[in-house]
């Protein structure tokens, strides 16, 4: 017995464009925070120790070598903005020790610019 129909096929090619589109358009943006948060960590870590002695508990490390402004980088992979330092001591300055209060400089700095990270996200632009 033969069956009467219509067969509908749809062409996804615009909406794969318009997706590929937005998730470039996130990525692009995402990578203009990075750039903004990186370039905020690394002046704020950027008091010379040789003129203003070491940091105080709480405040955001002095630079004695340069060393931990060097290792800040930012990277985007899947819609995740990671900012960091490839430094093991600069998890220590961030939380602290038993022997050492924390100097945090990545967590303050990210709070400091959230707003204008989720504007930089929401706009498109910095």
């Given at each position: ?113 959230r707003k204008k990270l ?9």
């Amino acid at each position: 017995m033969a069956r009467n129909g219509v067969k509908v096929t749809w062409d996804y090619s615009v909406e794969r464009k318009f997706i590929k589109k937005l998730e470039d358009d996130i990525n692009e943006s995402m990578e203009i925070c990075g750039v903004v948060l990186r370039d905020e960590v690394v002046k704020n870590i950027s008091t010379p120790t040789r003129t203003h002695g070491p940091s105080l508990p709480g405040e955001f490390p002095h630079a004695d070598s340069g060393t931990l402004k060097k290792s800040i980088f930012w990277n985007v992979a899947n819609f995740v903005l990671t900012v960091g330092s490839t430094l093991k001591y600069a998890w220590f300055l961030e939380v602290g020790t038993s022997r050492m209060a924390p100097r945090p400089f990545l967590v303050p700095t990210f709070e400091k610019f959230r707003k204008k990270l989720r504007k930089i996200v929401e706009t498109g632009r910095s």
